[in-house]
Every structure is written in C-alpha cells, then in structure tokens.
C-alpha cells in the first residue's frame, strides 16, 4: 500500500488514540499523519528495511512502528472468508479484545479489538 493510500482516509483523532493508548496519543498522531517518519524515528523499521531485499511497503513500516510505539507483539492479520469483506492488519496486543490498531485493507486506519470486529462480523471471518 503507497503512503498516499493511508492518508486519503480518515485517521483516529489524537484525543482518541490518547484515550486508548494513553501517554502515546501525540506520538501516534503525528506517525500516521506523516509528521514523523518511520524509518527515521523507529529502530524496528530501520531494521526491518536494512533485512529486506526489496525496500517494504509503507504500511508495512508504518504498522512497524505503531507496533514499536505500543510494545505490542507484532503485527497480525484478519482474512475474510471471502473477498467481498475487509482483511486487516492490526497490532497484536496480547488479547484479543484489547484496544489495538487496525490497518483496515482499504488504507483505513481503525482503533478497535481485532475480537470486536470479528464478534461483529462473524459470517464474514473465521
């Protein structure tokens, strides 16, 4: 997904996303509107580009940070059953019913529990 992608959509709010993951908020903000830089900022992206044959997508490194950003334990995904639905990349926090970010395949970025979405829509997912 380009950079561009991400930023057509709206993003979570910095109140909401200080709300969620507090004392995080500004820092998130300001990663996912593009005011810092993943590479530059991240030691887990500038790894992650330095390992890669090819240089990774950016929501690849950007979820790389946010993941850096919220010590959570990598980055996960939800597949639907078909491809009329949504897949998403989030943040796995340890639960599945925990706060997380969501990179919604579209390039919408979501806070939400990946359990909700599925709970939600279970004729969608698995």
Known sequence: MKHSDIYRWNRPSQKTL???????????????????????????????????????????????????????????????????HPSYDYINMGDSYTPTILLRNDGKLIVSSWGDIVEAHTDWYE
Do not use: Q, W
């Open 18 to 84: 200080e709300t969620n993951f507090p004392g995080k908020g500004k820092e998130l903000r300001d990663l996912i509107t593009g005011k810092r830089d993943p590479e530059r900022f991240y030691r887990s992206v500038a790894d992650l580009v330095m390992r890669a044959y090819h240089r990774p997508h950016y929501d690849h490194m950007l979820m790389t940070a946010i993941n850096e950003v919220l010590e959570g334990h990598g980055i996960e995904c939800i597949y639907p059953r078909d491809s009329k």
